[in-house]
């Protein structure tokens, strides 16, 4: 008799302890619904500055006549060009400030900054 009785205080330790641990588990992080998404329109020859939070997916869209590039200084991103109403993303993960240029147009110069 005696094993039995070990075992059986064993097993309903152990369904003890499993119920303890998996109550924080569950709890959910709520960081996730900060970053979102940010639309940029080039227009007339300019771009847009906006702020984000990290994490965001920043999309531009070639509102002008012409193509464009969305060409960020230290290569972090790089578009093809973009003809009319063509669109462009890149997502965000580290903060910081992001200075980019249009390729075609060197005149045409902005930044994206990441909190
Ligand atoms: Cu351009």
């Known amino acids: 008799m005696k ?4 075992s059986l205080c064993l ?11 998996q109550a924080p588990a569950q709890a959910q992080a709520p960081t996730a619904a900060q970053a979102g ?7 007339n020859y300019m771009f847009m500055e906006v702020t984000v939070p ?11 006549e012409v193509p464009h590039t969305v060409v960020e200084k230290n290569k972090a991103f790089r578009s093809a060009a973009l003809d009319t109403d063509d669109k462009y ?11 980019y240029y249009c390729s075609i147009h060197p ?3 902005a930044k994206v900054i990441v909190k």
Not at 3 to 6: S, Y
Not at 37 to 43: G, N
């Open 89 to 99: 993303s890149h997502v965000f993960d580290k903060p910081g400030i992001y200075e």
């Open 107 to 109: 005149q045409m110069v």
């Open 37 to 43: 998404e940010k639309v940029i329109e080039i227009k």
């Open 11 to 21: 097993a309903s330790a152990v369904l003890l302890s499993t119920a303890c641990s």
């Open 3 to 6: 094993p039995l009785f070990t």
């Open 54 to 64: 990290a994490g965001t997916k920043v999309t531009w869209i070639n509102r002008d």
